[in-house]
């Protein structure tokens, strides 16, 4: 890039990533176009602009400074976790579960904001913790404890998808940060054993269909296990090059369900085909790459942390969406980011890629690290 | 690693180590996210590449739905090409029961939007009861245009509603054809599973059930049409992709006269009996009525409770197509027959006996049905008079076996190649079937009872048609349902045609002549009636005389004639069940020949009657259901499927299977005629089950 011509701001900006996310978003768009029957109204258009929107929040985000995100890590937790409390208590207040607040302008899901949120307690507490304690119970049982509030608080609403993110971005952070391998095979080994009890006990009705569903989407095509057949249609009829543009009967005809949200993927590849889903794929794959090399990149523990769990938290939406949309994963709801319609989707995302941006900027100017 | 990190909480852990370990499980989960996205993009290839064409069928198959038009039904017309069956476009809504999500729910509320009664209702839950999930069940037709849009509307709330505009069958003369014609209804689970052709499980479509409408079935079919439509997931059209029109069935065009059925169905009245009529030229058959029938309108919707109460309670088997299925002793109306056969076999039509009321075979005492005595009787008298006893001494000196040929030669005892749904062709007795049969030497009362149509002798109504319609015209007539075969050549009986003409003439004196049926005559001058009265004793005399006291132990009354006498044209026979006597059933054989020649007298005559009988048989077939709605409402018992196929079993039953021995001689039962016209006007309505008041002031003694 010519630093004569382009300002310093823009040319420090990560391009190699920013680049392939704007076409993945305008691929998001066009899908979301197409599914609203080639309308821009309702979903495309407030796409586009929320992605803009939270564009300029990741770059505001990515200003400030290491020490402001240190010293916000545990503000920010508390806060989110009070207003999980608030939402329980609304809900439990209306009769009903509830996992949303409104703002008036925008519903918010506090639960969404806890994904990052984790990631940003734990990189702020591994930090903090002397490097000898790593391998004792005060470097598992605080970070156990912060991961379990917010999680106990949002299967409450009941919402498992959530709740697994949550877990995961935690585990990612604390394997990252260096735990003892042996924990995590023996929690391994626990989850396996406890997995089958969990799920006769734990898990609501609906919950236990879905995974049953999983295992054998056939066994009631027209029931529980409608979603993942129709989405395995949308994505096997779509080919090598899918039907063309606007040409998706399975969304447009309504037989996928939630083709703007959660099964955005299958609406895409119904009408790009294997190539547009090998895009999506590969554009994830960019900016995750780019994620965790700026995680390895930079020099300190906080900032790594950080950044990795960052990626991490966007790859588990990722993986999981992608795997339930193929008939791999059951039936959660989690959207795909940055194809998927949804505020507080895209708000989760950008927060992440932001910080991602923030780190990259610090790498760059090692000087702020004093 | 894993061997470095195990037990690194005892070492020394440094910044710099945990660096280090960092560094290596970002390559790790790098690895791992590397690794699911290559997992994905595999499953992605196999979905859309392995597996496109399955999922491009099963994407096809969503989109677009193939529903099949049926297709028209044939038309079934009479020999004019008037309509016995047609189709009349209606609206109608169908449910398929494995597609409907809340059954209770959705069937409560297409119960409210079309308005049906609780009777309705309950036949609907009955049908619902027994369908398999994939065949569509009828819940209701024929339907205005305001119910059925009421229903249209809210189809995306109703899953498994069907909605259809189409054609249902249309019998214009309703219980008249009931039994010749039959009906039609659902597919049944085992008739798909038999035919496994997907119309049938079409909403809408119908198949034969009974009658013509079930021989003809593959004829009557027709190809359906298929509409190919966009629909979205909760089964709204988006557009239409194609259609392709039905082919209607074939039209079976037949011998019957429509006017003619109608009639003789309705003259039969509320009486249980049969009409048959058929053509001397040809072996066309005009007419064939059994009644009392149902209406195959309301039978194509499935048969409910009340219609199977009403059926039940009915002792004069509507079910059972009498001209085909009912045996009955043929009574003297084998007379001409037997007559033919003493020519035959050499006998002087002139040779005469002396009837004293009786004759003493043995040392048994053969009975008249005149004790008075006829006097002195040679063939013609045997005949007009009906004596018995010139039978009893002719039959004794030619033996049975001259006259068993006859019978059979005349059409008695034999099954014709008809298309109906089954035939009970009876018994002509003779010695070698009756060793057959019981194992027992052929007695002299035998030949007795057989000469005078009692005894082991059963026929059929259609039987006693073609005997007479061969008699009539001496030749071998096959009766005949399908039209276009009016020229066919009919081969002659060789019967040397003065047997024949000695024969009709003493038939034309039954009725024209000092006969048994005077008042059988046509109300025509120049038509002359030919024909001989039946009467046949259901019960001996020791349980009831024949003529008053139980129905069921009435006599059988049967009429044979054909008309003119001389150049014989129509050919008609009529049994009416249990109706004291020959006087119950030559009134009808009158009016239906009349209306051969004259349909408007004789029609102005059936409306008189028919306002004393309540209407015409489809008129009380309603009203009688109206008095079981409002009588029983919605407790009637429900109707097993075994009750069902039994019901229709017992209708088809055949009487000849336990026919009990006969050890002696049967009485002849008096013919009406000679007491003369205060008997007369009994015998024209010996009804038990009409209005009696009403009656006799309509049509008591008028002739």
Redesign the interface.
């Known amino acids: 890039m010519n630093r004569s011509v382009v300002p310093d701001a823009v040319a420090r900006q990560p391009w190699q990533m920013l680049i392939p996310l704007f076409a993945l978003v305008s691929l998001g768009g066009a899908v979301l176009y197409s599914a609203a029957g080639g309308h821009l109204q309702p979903y495309a258009l407030s796409h586009v602009i929320r992605f803009l929107v939270f564009l300029v929040m990741a770059i505001v985000i990515s200003r400030f400074s290491r020490n402001l995100f240190r010293q916000a890590a545990y503000p920010i937790y508390g806060g989110i976790v009070v207003l999980l409390v608030l939402v329980e208590s609304i809900g439990a207040m209306g009769g009903g579960s509830q996992r949303w607040l409104n703002l008036g302008f925008m519903t918010l899901q506090p639960s969404e904001l806890m994904k990052p949120a984790i990631v940003l307690v734990l990189a702020k507490f591994y930090e903090s913790l002397p490097a000898s304690m790593i391998g004792s119970w005060r470097g598992l049982v605080p970070a156990g404890v912060l991961i379990g509030i917010p999680a106990f608080l949002v299967i409450l609403q009941p919402d498992l998808g959530t709740a697994l993110a949550i877990c995961f971005g935690g585990a990612i952070i604390m394997f990252l940060a260096g735990l003892p391998l042996w924990w995590f095979v023996s929690a391994g080994v626990g989850a396996l054993i406890a997995i089958p009890i969990a799920f006769f006990t734990l898990l609501h009705g609906y919950q236990r269909n879905r995974v049953l569903t999983f295992l054998n989407p056939e066994e009631d095509p027209l029931g529980t296990g409608y979603h993942i057949t129709q989405s395995k249609i949308a994505i096997g009829s779509g080919g090598i090059f899918g039907k063309g543009f606007g040409n998706g009967s399975q969304s447009h005809l309504q037989y996928l369900p939630e083709p703007h949200t959660d099964f955005v993927f299958a609406t895409m590849a119904e009408e790009w085909g294997m190539i547009g889903g090998f895009f999506v794929i590969a554009v994830f794959g960019i900016v995750l790459f780019w994620g965790l090399s700026v995680a390895r990149k930079s020099p300190d523990r906080f900032s790594s942390l950080l950044a990795a769990g960052m990626t991490a938290t966007v790859f588990f939406y990722v993986a999981i969406n992608l795997m339930m949309v193929m008939g791999l994963a059951p039936v959660v709801g989690i959207p795909l980011p940055f194809m998927s319609h949804g505020g507080t989707s895209m708000l989760t995302n950008m927060i992440c890629i932001g910080s991602i941006m923030a780190v990259n900027r610090w790498n760059q100017k090692p000087g702020s690290f004093s | 690693?894993?061997f470095n990190?195990?037990f690194?909480?005892?070492r020394?852990?440094?910044?710099a180590?945990?660096?280090n370990?960092?560094?290596r499980?970002?390559v790790v989960?790098?690895s791992v996210?590397?690794g699911?996205?290559v997992?994905?993009?595999a499953?992605?290839?196999y979905?859309?590449?392995a597996?496109?064409e399955?999922?491009?069928l099963?994407?096809?198959s969503?989109?677009v739905n193939l529903s099949l038009i049926p297709p028209r039904r044939g038309w079934i017309l009479d020999r004019r090409g008037t309509p016995l069956a047609s189709n009349r476009a209606d609206f109608r809504v169908d449910v398929i029961p494995e597609r409907m999500q809340d059954s209770a729910r959705t069937i409560a509320q297409l119960g409210k939007l079309l308005e049906l009664s609780p009777v309705d209702m309950q036949d609907l839950e009955d049908k619902l009861d027994k369908a398999r999930g994939f065949a569509p069940v009828e819940v209701a037709s024929n339907l205005d245009w305001e119910r059925f849009a009421a229903v249209s509307v809210r189809l995306p709330d109703l899953p498994g509603v069907v909605t259809q505009r189409g054609y249902s069958r249309d019998y214009p003369t309703g219980p008249s054809v009931g039994h010749l014609i039959g009906y039609v209804g659902a597919a049944s689970a085992e008739e798909y599973e038999k035919d496994h052709d997907p119309i049938l499980i079409t909403p809408g479509y119908k198949v034969g059930k009974d009658g013509l409408e079930k021989i003809f079935e593959h004829e009557l079919r027709g190809k359906p049409g298929a509409r190919r439509v966009?629909?979205?997931?909760?089964g709204r059209i988006?557009r239409d992709l194609d259609t392709r029109e039905d082919v209607p069935g074939k039209t079976i065009k037949l011998t019957i006269d429509s006017g003619l059925q109608d009639y003789a169905a309705r003259r039969i009245g509320v009486e249980s009996g049969a009409v048959v009529v058929m053509d001397c030229h040809s072996g066309d058959v005009l007419a064939m009525a059994s009644m009392p029938s149902f209406d195959p309108n309301s039978f194509s919707d499935g048969i409910g409770r009340l219609e199977w109460k009403m059926l039940a309670d009915d002792d004069h088997v509507p079910l059972r197509n009498k001209v085909l299925r009912g045996l009955y002793p043929p009574g003297s109306t084998v007379k001409p027959m037997v007559a033919l056969s003493f020519m035959e076999a050499g006998l002087d039509p002139d040779e005469s006996v002396f009837c004293g009321g009786g004759l003493r075979v043995g040392n048994r005492v053969f009975h008249c049905w005149n004790r008075r005595g006829h006097g002195q009787v040679n063939m013609a008298k045997g005949i007009y008079q009906s004596c018995d006893v010139y039978f009893y001494h002719f039959a004794q000196r030619i033996g049975m076996d001259p006259i068993a040929a006859m019978a059979r030669r005349l059409g008695l005892g034999q099954e014709f190649k008809l298309p109906v749904v089954g035939q009970s062709y009876g018994t002509v007795p003779d010695p070698a079937w009756k060793l057959r049969k019981y194992g027992k030497e052929w007695q002299t009362f035998d030949t007795v009872n057989a000469t005078i149509g009692q005894g082991y002798f059963l026929v059929n109504p259609l039987q006693q048609a073609v005997m007479a319609s061969r008699i009539a015209s001496g030749k071998v007539l096959m009766p005949r349902l399908l039209y276009g075969h009016e020229n066919d050549p009919v081969a002659s009986l060789g019967i040397p045609q003065d047997h024949l003409d000695y024969v009709h003439q003493a038939m034309s004196d039954v009725v024209n002549g000092p006969g048994t049926a005077h008042r059988a005559a046509l109300p025509f001058d120049d038509i002359k009636l030919a024909g001989k009265t039946g009467t046949a004793q259901v019960v001996g005399l020791h349980i009831s005389s024949g003529k008053t006291g139980p129905w069921k132990y009435r006599d059988h009354g049967h009429f044979i004639c054909y008309a003119p006498f001389d150049k014989p044209r129509y050919a008609c026979a009529v049994i009416i069940e249990h109706g004291g006597g020959s006087s119950a059933a030559y009134p009808i054989a009158r009016d239906v020949m009349t209306y051969l020649w004259d349909p408007e007298l004789a029609l102005e005559k059936l409306h008189e009657f028919e306002k004393g009988w309540g209407g015409t048989a489809k008129e009380r077939l309603d009203a009688r259901y109206q008095s079981y709605v409002s009588q029983y409402g919605v407790s009637a018992p429900k109707v097993s499927a075994e009750e069902e196929s039994r019901k229709v079993r017992e209708s088809e039953e055949d009487q000849t299977a336990n026919q009990p021995i006969v050890r002696d001689a049967q009485s002849p039962r008096p013919e009406p005629v000679a007491t003369g016209s205060a008997e007369a006007g009994a015998a024209e309505n010996p009804n038990p089950r009409a209005n009696s008041g009403d009656r006799t002031t309509t049509n008591g003694g008028t002739q």
């Not at chain 2, 020394?12 to 910044?15: A, K, L, N, R, Y």
């Not at chain 2, 966009?230 to 909760?234: D, L």
Request: hydrophobic fraction near 40%; aromatic fraction near 8%.
């Open positions: 690693m894993k990190f195990k690194n909480f005892k020394h852990v440094s910044m180590t945990l660096r370990s960092f560094d499980r970002t989960l790098g996210q590397g699911i996205g997992l994905l993009a499953r992605m290839s979905l859309a590449v597996q496109n399955k999922y491009k099963d994407a096809e969503n989109r966009e629909v979205t997931a909760s988006v």
